[in-house]
């Protein structure tokens, strides 16, 4: 389990590929997946399709992002604590900080 800080409690897509996650010590960031959805491979389905991208939820017992097929994202990624591994740099937003 990752700890409050990088634990996601909830998640609403945005225009775009963009998402507003909100972290278990109450900060708010709006991630762009643009990049990191273009290098396809298992986020095709999720680039590709609209539905597919808003059909993301939280996982509850990690505390990341989900999407149908298995498909999840690291917290500690998507808060910006470390860069994703495709390279993909993820713009963001703080919105509220914690």
């Known amino acids: 389990m990752t700890s409050a800080r990088t634990t996601i409690t909830h ?3 945005l225009s775009g590929r963009w998402l507003r996650l ?3 010590d109450g900060a708010v960031h709006e991630v762009d997946l643009t990049r990191l959805l273009a290098v396809g491979r ?3 389905a999720i680039r590709d399709d609209q539905a597919t991208f808003e059909a993301v939820r ?3 017992e990690f505390g990341t992002l989900a999407w149908p097929g298995d498909v999840d994202l690291d ?3 998507l808060r910006g604590d ?3 591994a495709s390279g993909a740099p993820i713009p963001r937003r ?3 900080p914690a």
């Open 42 to 44: 298992v986020f095709a």
């Open 75 to 77: 917290p500690d990624v």
């Open 11 to 13: 998640v609403e897509p």
């Open 82 to 84: 470390y860069e994703p």
């Open 58 to 60: 939280v996982d509850p």
């Open 94 to 96: 703080i919105v509220q």
């Open 22 to 24: 909100t972290f278990g």
